[in-house]
């Protein structure tokens, strides 16, 4: 977390005296690191998932972002996003393993426009993903190559959590316990129907809320969740 | 914060979960996809309550998990699982103080209240799922079975009105001319507008005639007195029931005391060739019981006809129940043809659903007989006679021997009257729970022929014994709680895993006998002499033995539940398919699932509240 938010110190630094030409990456700078003992459910959550081409950032694609908020411990359904990447050069197998046919494709928006709006939308709230890597590398390699913009988040990963909360409770880890949803199923959450962006940040913020509500009275701090890694 | 972009579509996952729970399922294309985008998700934890304090007022629909919604003083109204869902303003305006208790961890969506009052405000079929929650909904399913058909006309439509009426001074000559003059076959005696005797041809002839009196003698000497009779709201099944069941031909219709019409036998049959009266007509004309079978062959065409026609199911028990007692009645009346008249009175006995009038098709014989104490034993032989002639005749006519032996060709079942107070003496004071079982349905007793009068000294005597005795109602009790309802801890629907049955319940075991057994514990406990389930049912209400609102709960799942298991047996027949109690839930509509389990519900805390009330008789 402190490396974050040191990296995120600097670039703030770099940006000190000539505003960052994007207003809402600007408006990501000037907020301020969550207060880590204010309660879960009074901070604002961001749920986002990526689908993209291939695992790494420097070959693949975003092919869609989908992202919806949690405010006051509960999922607000009016502001779920889907955007689906408007690109040309789509390669590899993920179009079909994440169902997008290619008259999706031409119906999006480009990823700068949505990257602003995704940047937006994460203004004042914690970015939470399941597998947390995968998703900011996309993010930073892509914003990093539109606008220059060195992007570093408070962000809380939830596969993170659910594997430290395993190991305290000391149980061995079968393969793929820490799946979306296997850790879904370890709550009683209905299984979800994967392989759409939103849905995935859906079932990602359905499985933080379980999560907090079973961490123990008096549930989490914004420091319990946030993530240690860059 | 801004955004521009339109609102995905993309929330699929809850809004296709939501489309098929009720009621969203009834909402128009498009709308379940514009209200997704105003609900919010919740994560709570087992325990976690919801009242009236609760901030956020609104529907919560259950994604995954349970609730038990209970009132002030913690009693459980609801139990609610997986898709269905609880508005608590709604229900705190019914039941103040109410409150929403989790049971398991559950994930909810939440309509906020005003999205949800703008739905129900707009949407007529949305907004009645939620009167009154669940109990009502149940209700509004077996009133709107009711449907018109011929049988459920009231009888001021059939009645002439006409009438031809006399005083009771009149002599009776005046009174035939009358007659003749008008072509009619009664006459109503009045006493100022008031009835008070009917006489018909048939009594000019035996009464007058054959009597050799005199023309002048007065209508009041030969006229029937306070003739049985019906008021303008009974309906043509009422007035066929009463004809057939008393032999009657002329029926006065009476309001306020005074005669406004008079149906009579022919009225009725002209009214419908193809209806119960007529087959109960033709059934006692028969001569012999292959004669009968002919005629009784054609009821489970009748039956498809009648549950098409959208006849309730109680009803289609009652016209069944009306045919048993003909075909018994008959085959009585053709036994004494051949051994001569009964030596000494008697009543001829239907016990179980017969006696209850609840029976459908493949029902078997239960009876009995009580005689006078006064019989001889050569008498008793009179009797065993009839009573085998009787017992082989049913058996034959499809109404098969009871596997039980409950039959008068038993001589356990077959005593003077003095016998019957000894059984039922021994029953009450020593028992097991073999024999609480076996008895039990000598509980619901009827006359189907003979004198009324001695069922109705057994019957008293059973209710003092059983209502003196709370160690027996404890074992009448623990007799009901023996089937308990197909409902699992998930509070879903439990069929049978495997056998020929398999993904099926058994409706009358597992929901109809419970409600029918507790509804007869506590009727026998209250000392109400009433047979039919929903009679007992209503008396109990009414002598406050039971809530009203628990009288009417049961009653509804038992008619619900008789009117699939009557769906069920017209599908049987019309697939040619063997009859059976069995159902697969998962062949009903879903309204029709919910309801279903809607009534297990109501079976299941009836049980519940059974255990509380008898519990101290209990071991």
Known sequence: ?230 | MTETQSLPPELASVADFLRQTLPFNVLPEGEVERIVHHMEIGYFRNGHVFNEKTREQGLRILRSGAVEIRSQDGELLDRLAEGESFALSGLLQQEPGVRAVLIEDSLIYFLPQEDYQQLRSHYRNFDRFFHGQRSRRLFRATRSMVSPDSMLVPITSLMATDLVTTTTQTPVCELAGLMSNRRVSSALVLDGERLVGIVTDRDLRTRVLAARLPPETPVADIMTPDPQHLTEKATIFDATLLMTRHGMHHLPVVRDEKAVGILTTSDLISARQDDPVYIVQRLTRQESVSAMKGVLRDIPQFLLRWNDAGVPADQVSHILTAISDAVTNRLIDIAVRDLGPAPVPYAWLCFGSQARAEQLLNADQDNGLIISNEATDEDMKWFEALAHRVSDGLNDCGYVYCPGNVMATNPFWRRRLSGWYEAVDHWVSSFNPNSVMEISIAFDLRTVNGEDELTHQVQSHMLERVQANSIFQAALAENVLEATPPIGIFRRLVVERNGDHKDTLNIKKRGLLPIIEITRLNALAAGIDRINTLERLQELARSKRMTRYDSRNLQDALRFLMQVRLQIQADQIREGEPLSNHCNPQKLPKLAREQMRDAFQLVDSAQKSVRLTYRQGMR
């Not at chain 1, 979800?192 to 907090?212: C, K, M, R, V």
Request: with cysteine; proline share 7%.
């Open chain 1, 1 to 230: 977390m402190w490396l974050t938010r040191l990296r995120r110190h600097w670039a703030r630094h770099r940006y000190a005296r000539h505003p960052f030409p994007e207003p809402a990456l600007q408006k990501l700078l000037d907020m301020p690191w969550p207060a880590g003992k204010q309660p879960w459910n009074e901070a604002s959550w961001l749920a986002v998932d990526l689908e993209t081409t291939g695992l790494d950032p420097r070959t693949g694609y975003v092919i869609s972002i989908g992202w919806v908020a949690i405010e006051g411990g509960s999922i607000q359904l009016n502001t779920a996003r889907h955007l689906l990447i408007d690109s040309r050069n789509l390669v590899g197998d993920s179009a079909t393993i994440h169902h997008i046919r290619d008259s999706d494709r031409s119906e999006g928006v480009d990823l700068p426009a949505a990257l602003r709006m995704l940047a937006r939308a994460l203004n004042g709230r914690i970015a939470l993903m399941h597998h947390s890597p995968l998703d900011t590398g996309f993010l930073r390699s892509a914003l990093k190559e539109q606008f220059g913009f060195d992007w570093f988040h408070p962000t809380a990963d939830t596969l993170e959590l659910e594997k430290k909360r395993l190991f305290q409770r000391e149980q061995n880890m079968p393969r793929h316990a820490l799946r979306l949803n296997t850790c879904r199923e370890r709550y009683g959450l209905p299984d979800s129907q994967a392989h759409n962006a939103l849905e995935d940040a859906l079932a990602t913020a359905e499985l933080f809320l379980a999560w907090a509500n079973h961490y123990g009275s008096p549930g989490p701090k914004v420091r319990d969740c946030l993530t240690s890694r860059p």
